[in-house]
């Protein structure tokens, strides 16, 4: 079965970096768009960065500039590098996989990401 494992999540103050990876099994990840979301507490899940089959990226524009994502298909892994981080960037991180820009499969735990000073 598919499984999309999160982890690199922390506690960072305003201005630092974070790098979060996205193990995935039991797929042929390198056929997949991939995406990660977010979800704050009090807000809905939203869609933060996403990278096609091809590496091809997309952003929020909350993000622009200061996340990448990105992949290595040998390892199956997707990664979300994050700079300059800023309080609204708080909340747990999700990858999936995505399909005519919306999510399908199982949400997983995600990753806690605080930034707090």
């Known amino acids: 079965q598919v499984q999309l494992v999160e982890s690199g999540g922390g506690l960072v103050q305003p201005g630092g970096s974070l790098r979060l990876s996205c193990a995935a099994s039991?797929?042929?990840?390198?056929?997949?768009?991939m995406g990660w979301y977010r979800q704050a507490p009090g807000k809905q899940r939203e869609l933060v960065a996403s990278i096609t089959s091809g590496g091809s990226t997309t952003y929020a524009d909350s993000v622009k500039g200061r996340f990448t994502i990105s992949r290595d298909n040998t390892k199956n892994t997707a990664y979300l590098q994050m700079n300059s981080l800023k309080y609204e960037d708080t909340a747990v991180y999700y990858c999936m996989r995505v399909r005519a820009s919306q999510p399908f499969g199982s949400w997983g735990q995600g990753t806690q990401v605080t930034v707090s000073s």
């Open positions: 039991g797929m042929f990840f390198s056929i997949y768009n």
